[in-house]
């Protein structure tokens, strides 16, 4: 068995452990995990630590594509109980569109990325979230109902299609979960934590039929703080987790639970992005949960309750859809206000010397860098005052900002207390080089302060707008804005964008642009 993994005595004989060879010793151990954490590269945001396991993406790719079929069932019973037999009327060509409509409100509701996070993947802790969407696509139907159907829906077919597609796609997801059980192979898991913890919960996990995971064994936290034999430079005789990386990656293990017995909390919230940047999934019991920056899933085992970690990259239905509403926003926003953007160049023009519009280098998605476009708010040559100005600068811990400004214009104060300037930035989003919501784009020189596991807030394209618009970009140090992007990424939905979106329309009302 693999070095310094041990078998929780729980789990079933013949269990398959790769033939690996089992140490004779706990000091054989002890070295043996030290050697394998002492060879191991250190963490860097890198393009392969962007990519998660192939056979987890397989494996959740399927769940969420049985998952999408149940619901498409669902609905067609639905339609033909409330719709067809109740009211007899017949569905049109355009009543196909139900379907995919019905698609987007469950991955705009989170219905299908869930289960990913989870150890034990159960429909009744989605009931609230069905029951809404059952609501909805019913509140749709009767909207339009003469697009769909060749008359109009009476209350009783509406209340009976809303009833039974609740059901429904209660009865079809539950179905679905369990054929998908029956077909993917078990996740690779290890504890790192106590060993009795462990074992109580392999044992839970083994007697429990709605999970598909192996308990491969457990890894001390201690030897995983300190098998490196490096000091983390706080004098407490800890280190730097870089080895479980290599260790994780060699025996090809695709979950990690976390359970109490962490010394350090500062070392087990950096083993935690370390971790997630491979691509392997962590659940964490209860008791480490209060390290900050993480967003969980409840997941609950045969009375124990777990938490899944969201991870940062989107997979890809996630990607198409925030791109798709990215699209729909800026066309139609650049259209509608193309009138207004005119008049603006006009009078940036007339105003002062030099271009209508400023480009600056901004670090975007996974590092790559690009030209944010914005309304020059600013006399010509204002970069190269920027020095002089240095000991005016009000926002502090990395980010430059003065309230008044000197190098800004008349028309450009305008401009800057509604926001307007950054009207430029919907033609980068439809460029597909920002988005309309999600983390702040730095300036090279401030990206370069970014470090460790808060890099991971470059898993999403930038936004022009994000919690750090909402609260005052111009107020919130470095530090603390890439606290708030980091936490953006994990807790990214469809309806958590909208939410941001709606939040900057009153921000800018306010002026609170300057």
């Not at 930035?425 to 401030?446: A, D, F, H, K």
């Amino acid at each position: 068995m693999e070095a310094g993994l041990s078998i929780p005595p729980s789990l079933p004989a013949g269990t398959e452990l790769d033939s690996l060879d089992e140490p004779t010793d706990s000091s054989l151990a002890d070295e043996s995990l030290g050697a394998a954490v002492a060879a191991a590269p250190p963490f860097a945001f890198t393009a392969g630590s962007r990519q998660a396991l192939p056979l987890a993406r397989q494996r959740d790719a399927m769940y969420r594509r049985l998952l999408a079929c149940a619901d498409v069932i669902a609905l067609v019973v639905g339609l033909a109980l409330g719709a067809v037999l109740v009211d007899g009327l017949t569905p049109t060509p355009f009543a196909l569109l139900a379907f995919p409509a019905l698609i987007v409100v469950a991955k705009a509701l989170g219905l299908y990325d869930r289960d990913q996070h989870l150890v034990h993947k159960t429909t009744l802790d989605e009931l609230p979230k069905l029951f809404h969407m059952s609501v909805l696509v019913a509140f749709g139907v009767f909207l339009f109902e003469g697009v769909f159907l060749s008359g109009d829906v009476s209350s009783l077919g509406l209340l009976v299609l809303a009833t039974s597609l609740f059901v429904g796609i209660a009865t079809t997801r539950s179905v679905a979960r369990h054929l998908a059980l029956g077909v993917a192979p078990p996740e690779r898991c290890v504890v790192i934590g106590d060993e009795e913890i462990a074992d109580e919960l392999a044992q839970k996990v083994t007697v429990n039929g709605g999970t598909t995971v192996e308990f491969v064994g457990h890894l001390d936290s201690s030897r995983v703080a300190n098998g490196n034999g490096r000091g983390n430079g706080r004098g407490n005789g800890s280190a730097e987790p870089s080895g479980i990386a290599a260790f994780l990656v060699e025996h090809r293990i695709e979950r990690v639970v976390i359970a109490p017995g962490a010394e350090h909390q500062a070392d087990m919230l950096s083993l935690v992005g370390e971790i997630k940047s491979l691509g392997v999934k962590i659940s964490v019991l209860p008791s480490v949960s209060q390290a900050g920056g993480m967003s969980f899933e409840l997941d609950r085992v045969n009375g124990t309750t777990l938490l899944g970690v969201r991870g940062f990259e989107f997979n890809r239905s996630s990607q198409i859809l925030k791109r798709t509403m990215d699209l729909a926003f800026s066309g139609a926003a650049l259209v509608t206000l193309a009138p207004l953007m005119a008049i603006t160049a006009v009078a940036i023009k007339l105003n002062s010397r030099g271009p209508v519009f400023y480009r600056q280098t901004r670090v975007g998605r996974h590092g790559e860098t690009f030209q944010m476009l914005k309304f020059r708010t600013m006399y010509e040559n204002a970069d190269a005052l920027r020095a002089e100005l240095r000991h005016l600068n009000e926002a502090g811990g990395g980010l430059f900002k003065i309230s008044d400004d000197p190098r800004v214009t008349r028309i450009g104060r305008l401009l800057r207390s509604f926001s307007l300037d950054e009207l430029p930035q919907l033609w980068n989003v439809l460029r597909g080089e920002m988005s309309l919501v999600g983390p702040r784009p730095l300036v090279v020189e401030e990206d370069r302060l970014i470090r460790g596991w808060h890099r991971q807030r470059l898993s999403l394209t930038p936004g022009m707008t994000g919690y750090w618009q909402v609260l005052g970009s111009a107020r919130i140090p470095l530090d603390e804005m890439v606290k708030l992007d980091y936490g953006y990424v994990q807790n990214w939905s469809a309806w958590y964008d909208i939410q941001l979106l709606l939040r900057t329309i009153p921000f800018v009302a306010r002026r609170r642009g300057l």
